[in-house]
Every structure is written in structure tokens, then in C-alpha cells.
């Protein structure tokens, strides 16, 4: 079973950057898949970044070039350069087993597995 601890949410200024952290147990790379997902006030949830089965992480249009997701050891990160206030929101960290359709398909916001969640406020 795999359990996913957030952190390091909070208020930031727009242009400043943030780095998101999500503590992981009962997941490896061989069993799993991981992704961060985000959901804003009134809005539905979106894909943020998704590593597939192969490792290939697919980024969001809207995050392209300014959040990089990367791991060590059991944490997984995700940095956020260049904030705007339209990347407010909850951040999850979510996962699923290899077999899933969301290990195959990019950016799904469908996972078997998520964190509490962690707000990010940018203004």
C-alpha cells in the first residue's frame, strides 16, 4: 500500500519559486507511478506532471518549462519557478500501481493513490 505525505505549500509573491515535497513508503519505481495534481477553487483538476511507466515525465502546457519533478530515494519534488497567480492551488501528490492506465497515459488526474494535499497561494 502506498501512503504520500505533502509539504512545503504556502503563500509566495508572483516570480518567486517554491518547492514542493512528497514523502513516499510502500512505492518504488518497478511497482508504481507518480504524477502531482492540482485542483483550484471553482476549477477541475489538472494534471501537472506525470512520470510513466518508462520514466518519461510529461509536463502541462501551463507548467512547461517553469516545474521540474524529479525524486531521491523516497521523496518526490516538485519545483515551481516563475509563480503566477494562476498556479494557486491544492498540489497532490498521487500515484498508482505500474499496470494502471494512468502510468501509460500522460497528465490523468484518475490515481489510486493520493497525499492530503498542500496549498499554494501565489499573489
Known amino acids: 500500500h502506498v501512503q504520500l505525505v505533502e509539504s512545503g505549500g504556502g503563500s509566495v509573491q508572483a516570480g518567486e519559486s517554491r518547492r514542493l515535497s512528497c514523502v513516499t513508503s510502500g512505492y518504488t519505481s518497478t511497482t508504481s507511478c507518480v504524477a502531482w495534481v492540482r485542483q483550484a477553487p471553482g476549477k477541475q483538476r489538472e494534471g501537472v506532471v506525470s512520470?510513466?511507466?518508462?520514466?518519461r515525465a510529461t509536463y502541462a502546457d501551463s507548467v512547461k518549462g517553469r516545474f521540474t519533478i524529479s525524486m531521491d530515494a523516497n521523496t518526490l519534488y516538485l519545483q515551481m519557478n516563475s509563480l503566477t497567480p494562476e498556479d494557486s492551488a491544492i498540489y497532490y501528490c498521487?500515484?498508482?500501481?505500474?499496470?494502471?492506465?494512468?502510468?501509460?497515459?500522460?497528465?490523468?488526474?484518475?490515481?489510486?493513490?493520493w497525499g492530503q494535499g498542500t496549498q499554494v497561494t501565489v499573489s
Open positions: 512520470i510513466d511507466r518508462d520514466g
Open positions: 498521487v500515484a498508482a500501481p505500474r499496470y494502471s492506465t494512468s502510468c501509460v497515459e500522460p497528465l490523468r488526474t484518475v490515481w489510486n493513490y
